[in-house]
């Protein structure tokens, strides 16, 4: 049983996710997921986070939302 909170800093892409679902799997009492840009971009994130935690039946784990990219300045992901 964990017996400390985790606060989950994520870019919610396929790895975020699968942490994510592992964290709950396991039964980890997670405080609270911020999201934030990287392998996608923060809003895409957060509703991939929330949608994610609905599918896990962890709906009421708070998610924040964070910077949308590097200084406050908008950030997207290139289309390579």
Same mark, same amino acid.
Do not use: H, W
């Given at each position: +049983? ?7 800093? +994520?870019?919610? @892409? ?13 039964? #980890? =009492? ?5 999201? @934030? ?5 923060? #809003? =895409? *994130? ?13 709906? =009421? ?6 910077? #949308? @990219?590097?200084? @406050? ?6 289309? *390579?």
């Amino acid at each position: +049983m964990f017996t400390k909170k985790l606060l989950l800093d +994520m870019d919610t @892409g396929v790895d975020d996710a699968l942490a994510i679902a592992y964290a709950v799997g396991c039964g #980890a =009492e997670i405080a609270g997921i911020t999201c @934030g840009f990287g392998n996608v971009e923060t #809003a =895409e *994130a957060v509703r991939n986070t929330l949608d994610l935690l609905t599918l896990l039946g962890r709906p =009421e784990v708070p998610v924040f939302a964070g910077d #949308a @990219g590097p200084d @406050g300045q908008p950030f997207r992901v290139s289309e *390579a």
